[in-house]
């Protein structure tokens, strides 16, 4: 390739490359875009390919760029090409690249010069190349020809616009030295992207065809019309070197020999020419890759600080050194005591916010799901009162009683309190359950130790289900105790004499209640039609009166309210389609819930979240639908009558057994908690403590349990590696940092003569700084005093935006176009002697 900068440049890359690539991340440079803008057969497409080094792009007589080609340069082993629109086809001939870029133009634009903004993408793999993107853009033409629109222009500075407004585009203005600088239509458009002139650089073509006795010698110095980057002068190939098949290195020793000869721009020669510009474009991705550098110190610096303390302790680490074992062990069982207590405690580090667990779901075991438990077994009214008429007719056997009976009492309190049982027992296995959850969890930092977690583990649960039997054992004994002696006497009772004015004081008391607010929360409303919108979330709101959503929790749009009377909950299955959970609340009394529906359809995103909520609804005497055998309550209610003097006794005992219950209930939802926590957390939290050291001593050998896993050492192995890697990846930066400049920005110049509404200014003809024809050998006269007569005026040290002030332009004088006339039929001149 023709490029030697940019071949200096991929050990750079590769050495960047390789210091991420060790620590198993991608290095992304984004190099910048370059890309090519200027009129028709400016030079622009010759341009690009002295850049590369290859002779690749289409050329010939009146042939032109219609479509943006997109080039993108990838680093590779072997050097070949490919075409987006030919995705698996290689192209190693670089004709054949030529030729299939002329024949995909003429396919989509045709072959009379139409145009086309969709892109031709080409990827030329070369180990001589950088990962560049290089974009060749139509020139820019006034008059259409041949089938192209009317609006020619400005499609094509709409094309241009799109590549060089993005910020990581360079863009190389090319400008022939036989037109008018001033009204050049590729500084305009890079203007307009780039008016501080800092991703500008001028390039000047053709200075072989000038007129004989005119140069651009003031312009390339960047004395007229300056840039903030200045101007690089290049000659490219005429169409007959092209036809002659001159190839790039020979073209660009013809290049050197015409500024080495010229008199006008042999002083700056070494400023000029394709190896200049390529030593230009190089210097600004040099510039790119160093600016990336802080960017990638700063996050290797951060990665090797995170693992700068692990890294310390594997560094001497000995997996077979039994003192190391033995303190680990200590550690690792202590980590574990103190982890289990936090769980069930709560502390302020470690805090779960996806769940609850440890000790707030037993909290919510205790306080939301045995409530809701105790009421589920509640038996329904009717079946009540009919259990109390049996026992009173019962009791009284042959004889007509004319006293309500205590054993009636006694017979249906001790059917509730036997009742009990089952939640309590339900109520001790959801909290075996969640211990043994949250041992799980606490042991998850023992995953170093596969031996170690699987013994604790199993010690731990093994404790836990041992005080299962005993907690369950006190609980059934708690019920029987309740059973031994029915407390007639408990300040609480209301005894015979009150019964019968227990309802009105029942009502009176939950009318005290007032609207307070039991819960909030969003739930999703399952039952409306497809036509209404289908399933809606809503903000919900129930209190002690009535059941409320809103259209957001700002509570601020209530789209409906529901009174609580004559309500009960009961569960909906789950539908196939449906990931969420159902249930429903329906009126009893079969009228509609909510407009036409005769159910509400609520669905939740857990089983734990349904349950939750009929538990809040509990609280507000929306209870659960009683399931019943419908053959045994048809035989029930055919059989079952009762006469005044009969209901009176009945609704005597029903108001003594709910009173007796309450205090019962009472006492156990008090109870519970206590005896679990006493018998089963506080003892297991002890025993861990004190006892699960020593039973991991008596269970085998202390060395095996601390055989770390095979995970674990890949672990070591890879902390230290990556360690040592970001060091070297660090070192490698600093290296490149000192081993490379940074090429600082030019100065800015005043350049607003490029633009304005006629493109800049020309002089008239009679202006003193018209420009004059020179004859061969002259040069322009320099403001001030003329040169010499006979020899070229002596310039001095070369000056241009990157090392010297600007001349300073006079705000009545324009400046001066590059004097250009037709050229000569010969495609290339000679340069003066």
Not at 331 to 350: T, Y
Not at 632 to 652: C, G, I, W, Y
Not at 818 to 829: A, E, F, G, L, N
Request: glycine letters at 6%; one cysteine or more; aromatic letters at 6%.
């Amino acid at each position: 390739m023709g490029n030697r900068g940019m071949e200096d440049l991929i050990p750079l890359v590769n050495k960047l490359q390789d210091a991420f690539s060790s620590i198993g991340q991608a290095c992304n440079l984004d190099l910048p875009q370059i890309a090519v803008v200027g009129g028709q057969s400016a030079g622009k497409s010759s341009v690009l390919e002295n850049f590369v080094g290859r002779d690749f792009l289409p050329r010939g007589s009146g042939i032109v760029t219609r479509r943006p080609l997109v080039l993108q340069l990838i680093s590779a082993t072997a050097e070949w090409a490919e075409f987006l629109h030919c995705k698996g086809k290689k192209f190693t001939d670089f004709d054949e690249v030529r030729q299939e870029i002329e024949g995909e133009t003429d396919r989509v634009t045709g072959a009379n010069k139409g145009i086309s903004p969709v892109p031709i993408n080409l990827r030329v793999y070369s180990p001589h190349v950088l990962n560049l993107t290089l974009i060749d853009l139509p020139g820019i033409t006034k008059v259409p020809v041949g089938d192209q629109p009317a609006d020619i222009e400005q499609q094509i500075r709409d094309m241009i616009m799109q590549f060089i407004t993005r910020e990581s585009c360079l863009i190389l203005a090319v400008t022939p030295a036989n037109s008018d600088l001033a009204n050049s239509d590729a500084l305009k458009l890079a203007k307009d992207v780039d008016p501080q002139g800092l991703r500008t650089i001028g390039v000047i073509t053709k200075l072989d065809l000038m007129d004989e006795g005119t140069d651009a010698r003031e312009i390339l110095e960047n004395k007229l019309l300056p840039l903030r980057r200045g101007y690089i002068g290049v000659v490219n190939r005429s169409q007959k070197d092209i036809d002659g098949k001159k190839d790039i290195k020979a073209a660009l020793e013809a290049e050197r020999k015409f500024f080495l000869s010229h008199s006008s721009y042999r002083h700056m020669a070494e400023k000029m020419g394709t190896p200049r510009l390529q030593r230009v474009l190089n210097e600004q991705l040099t510039n790119h890759i160093r600016d990336t550098l802080p960017a990638f110190r700063s996050k290797l610096q951060s990665q090797l600080l995170a693992l700068d303390k692990e890294a310390e302790e594997y560094r001497g680490y000995r997996p077979d050194d039994p003192s190391r074992k033995t303190k680990q062990l200590l550690q690792m069982v202590q980590q574990f005591s103190v982890d289990f207590e936090k769980r069930i405690e709560g502390s302020g580090d470690q805090v779960d916010t996806v769940e609850l667990s440890g000790g707030a779901k037993i909290n919510r075991i205790f306080h939301e799901r045995f409530p809701f438990e105790l009421v589920k077994m509640e038996c329904d009214e009717k079946e009540m009162r009919r259990e109390i008429s049996y026992a009173i007719k019962n009791i009284h056997g042959i004889r007509t009683g004319l006293f309500t009976p205590d054993m009636a009492f006694e017979a249906i309190v001790k059917k509730q309190v036997i009742k009990l049982k089952g939640p309590c027992v339900k109520c001790v296995d959801m909290v075996i359950q969640e211990l043994i959850n949250t041992v799980r969890q606490c042991s998850n930092k023992l995953e170093c130790f596969p031996m170690l977690r699987e013994e604790t583990e199993r010690i731990v649960t093994c404790h836990i289900r041992d005080r299962e039997s005993r907690a369950k054992d006190q609980v059934l004994l708690l019920i029987d105790i309740q059973l031994s002696y029915i407390n007639t006497n408990h300040e609480d009772f209301i005894g015979f004499a009150n019964a019968q004015q227990r309802s009105s004081q029942t009502n009176k008391s939950q009318s005290s209640a007032g609207n307070q607010v039991i819960r909030k929360g969003w739930l999703t409303i399952n039952n409306i039609s497809i036509m209404k919108g289908g399933a809606k979330e809503y903000w919900f709101v129930l209190t002690a009166e009535s059941f409320s959503w809103f259209k957001d929790d700002e509570e601020k749009e209530k789209k409906y309210m529901l009174p609580l009377d004559n309500l009960k909950v009961r569960d909906v299955e789950k539908s196939f389609m449906s990931s969420k959970h159902i249930f429903c609340i329906f009126n009893t009394e079969s009228r509609n819930v909510y407009k036409d529906n005769r159910t509400l359809e609520l669905a939740c995103d857990s089983q734990e979240d349904v349950e939750s909520w009929k538990s809040s609804l509990l609280r507000a005497g929306v209870y659960p639908e009683k399931v019943m055998v419908e053959s045994e309550t048809t035989t029930a209610q055919e059989n079952f009558s009762m006469d005044p003097q009969l209901e009176r006794k009945v609704e005597t005992i029903r108001n003594l057994v709910d009173s007796y219950m309450a205090i019962v209930n009472k006492c156990i939802r008090d109870l519970m908690p206590k005896t679990i926590m006493h018998l089963m957390i506080n003892n297991v939290k002890d025993f861990i403590n004190a006892e699960l050291l020593a039973q991991l001593y008596s269970a085998g050998d202390q060395n095996a349990l601390m055989d770390e896993s095979q995970e674990q050492a890949q672990r070591r192995d890879e902390v230290l590696r990556t360690h040592q890697a970001l060091k070297e990846a660090l070192a490698i930066i600093g290296d490149i940092s000192t081993s490379t400049i940074t090429v600082p920005m030019p100065p800015p110049v005043d350049n607003s003569w490029v633009g304005g509404p006629g493109g800049g200014r020309r002089s008239p003809p009679s202006s003193p700084t018209a420009p004059r024809r020179m004859s061969s050998g002259q040069r322009p006269a320099p403001r001030g005093a003329p040169p010499p007569p006979n020899r070229p005026g002596p310039l001095g040290p070369f000056n241009n935006s990157a090392d010297s002030p600007q001349a300073p332009s006079r705000p009545n004088r324009a400046p001066p176009s590059i004097p250009s006339r037709r050229p000569p039929p010969s495609p290339t001149r000679q340069a003066p002697p």
